[in-house]
């Protein structure tokens, strides 16, 4: 299975950006598909989860009303839309699948067992 990243650039402050992860593969182990980011210096953190079924969501405080995940079943593709785009959302960002059964903690990278090569997104002031 092999997720890809797109739809980062630069964009200015109070813009919004599509991000696209799509799965590729026969099989898809997962439970949960989402995002984190890494910021330059920074430890890469938690932004939002998705059910693989699609059914529930989570995010970040530092992203929530400001950021929707959303997934299409059958292109097998996780969206991040993000709008009102801050200096301090700028980071590198990466998709990640979690394996079913994984474990419990939506909220960390090490759950995840699967991760796309990262897309990055520049937020100009």
């Known amino acids: 299975v092999y997720l890809l990243e797109s739809g980062g650039g630069l964009v200015q402050t109070g813009g919004s950006l599509r991000l696209s992860c799509a799965a590729s593969?026969?099989?898809?182990?997962?439970?949960?598909m989402a995002w984190f980011r890494q910021a330059p210096g920074k430890e890469r953190e938690f932004v939002a989860d998705i059910s693989w079924s699609g059914g529930s969501t989570f995010y970040a405080d530092s992203v929530k009303d400001r950021f929707t995940i959303s997934r299409d079943y059958f292109k097998n593709t996780v969206f991040l839309h993000m709008r009102s785009l801050k200096v301090e959302d700028a980071a590198v960002y990466y998709c990640a699948g979690k394996v079913t059964g994984a474990g419990s903690n939506n909220y960390q990278a090490a759950t995840y067992s699967y991760w796309g090569q990262g897309t990055e997104v520049t937020v100009s002031s």
């Open positions: 593969g026969r099989d898809f182990p997962f439970s949960n």
